[in-house]
């Protein structure tokens, strides 16, 4: 099963959280591979058994622009098959907390098999470390 790990952020706090989440992924010994969005092999997409997507927020909840290629694909791409989680961090001083999470989560619900959601204040902390091997053993249950 071959799972990817896409993620995008600019001041590190995302790359943070996913970097405890890949961690995690290869404790259980899964074929994992982490991208940085612009890394990612869009095209390929649909050859992937499992994704899980990294994204902080923008704007007024918005996801960042350079994910929005990515979303597109899913729109486009044969992606039915493919069990997919959404991370993210954001700032519950915005009204809408992780509105990029949100905005992946309802697309992947309608084009994928989502399992798994996850939203972090800024940086994770400690408490987050047994929110994030949740997140993994409910998507690798799924997968
Ligand atoms: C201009 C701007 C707009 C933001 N808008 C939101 C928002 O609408 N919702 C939210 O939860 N966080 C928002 N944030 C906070 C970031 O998403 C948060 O700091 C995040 O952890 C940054 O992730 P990164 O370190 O991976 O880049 C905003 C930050 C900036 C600078």
């Known amino acids: 099963m071959k799972i990817a790990v896409v993620y995008t952020s600019k001041t590190g706090n995302t790359e943070e959280l996913i970097q405890i989440l890949f961690q995690l992924f290869l404790n259980k010994n899964s ?3 982490l991208y940085r969005i612009e890394q990612f092999p869009l095209k390929e997409l649909s050859q ?3 994704i899980v997507l990294g994204t902080y927020t923008w704007g007024d ?3 960042p622009c350079e994910m929005m ?9 044969n992606v039915r098959h493919i069990i997919t989680g959404v991370v993210g ?6 009204p809408k907390f992780c509105g990029a999470v949100d905005g992946f989560r309802d697309m992947l619900y309608v084009q ?5 959601t996850l939203k972090v204040e800024l940086s994770p902390q400690r408490q987050d ?3 994030c091997k949740r997140f993994v053993g409910i998507f690798m249950d799924k997968l």
Not at 69 to 76: M, P
Not at 112 to 116: E, F, H, M, N, R
């Open 31 to 33: 074929d994992v591979a």
């Open 48 to 50: 992937f058994d499992g």
């Open 61 to 63: 909840g918005e996801i």
């Open 69 to 77: 290629d990515l979303y597109r694909e899913f729109e486009i791409q």
């Open 89 to 94: 961090t954001g700032d519950s001083g915005y």
């Open 112 to 116: 994928t098999k989502l399992a798994v």
């Open 129 to 131: 470390i047994e929110r």
